[in-house]
Structure formats: structure tokens, C-alpha cells
């Protein structure tokens, strides 16, 4: 049975740069609307464009891609006339059977770590997360250094980031043709048919892992939502042969999940 229990954040001491700071240490149900609202604007402030550091994202992956391991976030909320979200921690915290609780970074599969903290005030952010979690009725220790991803399951995703393509942009195969789905009604059905493709072509199906398939279900419905999703599905003779989901938008706009035969054409 576990022992850790999330609470309200408090007041800590002042850190070395003077400021004084509050910790709302959350879980994925925890995060409310105006706590994303801020997330989002700090995102914005700091001109983050991966959608991946996007609450709908990342709370969805401490839902269904945490491994096992116990996943909360600490929002580290400079005080003042009004207190101001400067940054978010996404932190495991393991509770070994015989030895102290302790939390680290974390970030889901697939995905390399990532600043979600304002210029300048990261040591001081990471200094008052660790008294926040050495306050708690059951201490918790604090490594601040975030540990290599070990992928769950059988799939390996591979970081956008770390894609190099090889054909121009737009490329269209002859004879196929591509559908750019955005349309939150039609998404629904444009994910399944994209889950079918890759069932019939991949070696390792998304649908056979059932927490990813979930995590590709739910990020693509939120995202539609925002209006910040397309899929992509080219069709040749009549026949589904390739996908690609897209995360974004504008110049932050990722291709997230590919499917097919030959998955790079969509």
C-alpha cells in the first residue's frame, strides 16, 4: 500500500534569490483549469513550441504511459501582489519498501527532457520544490537531475526532433492522394482508421499496447478540440495506404504517429 499522499502546497523559505515561493505538489486529477491556464502561459512566455509540454499532453501521459511509477506535478508559484507560475516539475516519486521515499524529474517515453521553468530561476524552482517535499509528513528526497526514459512496451517511439526526412515538403507519392483531417467531428474516426492502418502494417500495433492506443485516443481528442490536430491519410486506388497524426500548429507543429506501408509519404 502506498504511504505517499498529495496535499496543498504551502509556503517555503525564501531562496537565494530573495524570492519566496509556494508548491502545489498535484496529481493528474489535481490540475485544475485555472493551474492550466497558467501552465499555458508560461509555455507561451518562454516560447516553448513543442505540443508536447502542453498539459493535455503530458497530464494524458502520467495517466497512461507512467510505467508503474507514481507521477505528480509541482507548480512553483512566485509569490507577490499576485502569485505568478514560474514553472512545472513533472516528478516520480518511488517509495521502496525499505528505504526513504525520493522524487526526480520526469518526462513520458519517447520524449527527451525538457525546461518548463522561466529563464533564470531554475536552481531557485528546484531548490523550493526539495523543502517542499522535505516538509512533507513523510519526507521526501529530491534528486533534481532527471534520469534517462526507459521505453514500457514493446514499441520504440522515436523523438520527432531526431527525424531527418529525406524527401522535400508536401511530397505526395504518384497516384496517392492525401486527406488533411482537422475537423474535431471527424477526427474520431480519422484516429481509428489510422489505428486499423497501422494493425494491418506495423510489426508492433499501437492497438496491441492498450495504454498507448489510449494515450493516441485521448491526446488526439483534446488536441482536436484546441483545433490544434490534423491527420493525415493518403489513400492510393481507393485503398488506405499511409498516416500521420500531427500534433500543433504554425512553425510548432510536429508529426507525432506514423502508419502504413510507407508511412513517410503522408
Known sequence: MRRFTLIQGGYGPQTTDGAAW???LKGVQGVDAEMVAAWRALIARNAVLDPRTDPDYLLTAARHLAGGEQIAFALAWELGAVPELRGVVPLAIAEPLFRASRARPWWPPGL?????????????????????????????????????NTLSGRR?????ESVVGIRPEGYVPPSAT????????????AVEAFLALDARTARQPIIAEPQEAAMVRVVTRLFARRQELAVALASRAGNLVAGTIHLGQGSGAIA????GLDASLA
Not at 520504440?156 to 520527432?160: G, S, T, Y
Not at 507525432?256 to 502508419?259: C, D, E, N, S, V
Open 22 to 24: 509556494r508548491i502545489d
Open 112 to 148: 527527451a527532457a525538457r525546461s518548463l521553468v522561466d529563464p533564470g530561476r531554475g536552481t531557485a524552482i528546484h531548490a523550493a520544490v526539495a523543502a517542499h517535499l522535505r516538509a512533507l509528513p513523510r519526507p521526501v528526497a529530491y534528486d533534481p537531475t532527471p534520469r534517462a
Open 156 to 160: 520504440r517511439v522515436i523523438p520527432a
Open 178 to 189: 492525401v486527406e488533411m483531417i482537422r475537423d474535431p467531428e471527424r477526427v474520431r474516426d
Open 256 to 259: 507525432w504517429r506514423h502508419a
